[in-house]
């Protein structure tokens, strides 16, 4: 009934075969052998509605399966749309394989995606479209960064962790055994920085991966980096091993039961440690650390590097308004509790409470523990400090207490103004020097002028490294303040008090009511309390 033409149409003979209507056509069709052709509805309906006088009806026509390949905007992915054949032909591996070098598809590729895709010939009805996969992309995976893996137990380590008692307390006084090194002792192991994996699109473009930051192994006092593996940080003296950036130092120690009258003032070279208390009018001065296991009462404690205090510092307040009890660092203060003492330091992290001090910190002054600080702050003053954390502030009496955030950001300003009268100075010397090079120019003795702009040439190489020098300080100074404004913050877990006044840089905030959990920081020159939502 049905004839193949050469071009693939099924073609009917309607003036031998008569077909009464379109639904006989249809159904005949997929009685046929071209029963899986595509039908051309059109045409057959067509015929009967304007009665035709052509002998031979096209009324279908085969069509083998195609593959379009497409690739994502980021070319990391490549996907493949399959229409099942109609009659005609499956599509080959190597056709298809064809057709994702013609899309431009050069990495990525799975085969094991292709003959997923193409086994859906044989399982979908004829003329369906199906997608797939066919090939991924890969995104670059960056460098770790170098590692330090401490070979040892530094002092900060050891007072982590006291000694557990009989009945399972923990005996806060007790730390056990000094964590001291001999020379020769390895300290620091590093794990050098990797370069990354590089990525890549499907059409072969390659993605740089990102190489791990790479930080020098720094020997600090008493130790060396090791002569055989430029890794290894090794001691060169016996004492305690004390963490620094990126590295350690080796400190000679000093151990003290109590710093008192009996013992006298301590002035040491080394690390200091105090296994009781320091006593009223006391002094400690020591180039490493000061460790202090119980309490110091009105006493004066400077250091090179970190003071920790494992109970509190207590003074009071003298006849002419000052403390009574001082504690200076170059490092970190961490201690219990305080009350009435002055306090200056790197970060100042106090466990349960600061009660009328004094206090200066380059950059965090915490008041709690970790996670989530829960200490108090009342009374007092704190001079300086980037970023504040506690749980409460101030009192329910309101009370004036102060609070200065980035207050040196005013010594940065002011060296910013004199930098910028320097550089102006600077400008106008060159301007100077110029005219006399147009001087020099004119003068008509050639040896005189040739010595003439060689002086004056000189001195303009020396201004114009002044200026640049002065450009690249004045560049320095504003990205500093710019940061130190930017991480300016007083973080309150609990409550904020009335009668609290925050400075923030030149901007001030006077606290009138009680609020509730809340960060206070500057927004557009402003002061904004930002409240916390759980």
């Not at 006298?264 to 440690?273: A, L, Q, T, W």
């Not at 100077?432 to 000189?458: C, P, R, S």
Request: contains cysteine.
């Amino acid at each position: 009934m049905f004839k193949l033409a050469h071009n693939g149409n099924v073609l009917l003979d309607v003036h031998e075969h008569s077909p009464p209507s379109a639904a006989f056509i249809i159904e005949a069709l997929e009685k046929s052998s071209f029963c899986e052709c595509r039908v051309d509805h059109d045409a057959i309906n067509n015929f009967f509605k304007n009665k035709s006088t052509e002998r031979m009806l096209v009324v279908a026509s085969k069509h083998d399966a195609s593959l379009e390949v497409s690739l994502s905007d980021d070319k990391m992915l490549a996907t493949g749309e399959l229409t099942i054949a109609e009659g005609g032909k499956a599509l080959t591996l190597e056709n298809a394989k064809k057709e994702l070098i013609k899309a431009g598809v050069a990495r990525g590729y799975k085969q094991a995606f292709l003959e997923q895709l193409l086994q859906k010939q044989f399982e979908l009805p004829a003329g369906t479209k199906t997608k797939g996969v066919l090939a991924k992309g890969r995104l670059p995976i960056d460098g770790q960064p170098s590692k330090l893996v401490p070979q040892v137990e530094t002092l900060k380590d050891r007072l982590k962790q006291p000694k557990l008692r009989e009945d399972g307390t923990a005996d806060m006084r007790d730390f056990g055994k000094l964590a001291s090194v001999e020379p020769g002792v390895l300290l620091i192991k590093q794990v050098p920085a990797t370069p990354g994996k590089e990525g890549f699109t499907v059409t072969g473009d390659v993605l740089p991966a990102k190489a791990g930051e790479s930080h020098a192994l720094v020997a600090g006092e008493g130790t060396e980096i090791s002569k055989n593996n430029p890794l290894e940080l090794i001691s060169v003296i016996a004492g305690v091993p004390v963490d620094i950036a990126n590295g350690m130092r080796v400190d000679d120690i000093f151990t003290i039961a109590d710093v008192n009258v009996k013992s006298g003032h301590v002035d040491f070279e080394g690390s200091v440690i105090v296994t009781h208390n320091v006593e009223p009018g006391m002094r400690i001065n020591a180039k490493g650390d000061i460790t202090v296991m119980g309490t110091v009462e009105s006493g004066h404690l400077t250091a090179a590097g970190d003071i920790t205090i494992k109970q509190g510092v207590i003074g009071h307040q003298l006849d002419d308004k000052s403390l009574s009890c001082h504690i200076v660092c170059q490092g970190d203060i961490h201690l219990s509790h305080g009350q009435y003492s002055y306090l200056e330091g790197n970060n100042i992290i106090i466990d349960r409470q600061s009660s009328h001090c004094v206090m200066k910190a380059a950059k965090l002054l915490q008041l709690g523990k970790e996670d989530n600080p829960q200490g108090k702050l009342f009374g007092g003053t704190i001079l300086d400090a980037q970023m504040v954390i506690a749980g409460e502030i101030g009192n329910e009496s309101g009370a004036k207490m102060v609070i200065n955030l980035a207050a040196s950001g005013a010594q940065v300003t002011a060296q910013t103004d004199q930098c910028l009268k320097d550089l102006a100075q600077t400008d106008s010397q060159l301007d100077n020097l110029q005219e006399a090079i147009e001087k020099a120019d004119q003068v008509k003795d050639a040896e005189k002028k040739k010595l003439l702009l060689a002086k004056i040439g000189a001195t303009q190489m020396h201004y114009c490294e002044q200026a640049e020098q002065l450009e690249k300080k004045l560049s320095n100074l504003e990205l500093h303040l710019h940061e130190l404004l930017e991480g300016a913050q007083l973080v309150v877990n609990k409550t904020l008090h009335s009668g609290v006044e925050i400075h923030i840089f030149d901007k001030v905030l006077l606290t009138n009511r009680q609020y509730p959990p809340c960060k206070v920081k500057l927004e557009e020159s402003k002061i904004e309390v930002e409240f916390k939502t759980n």
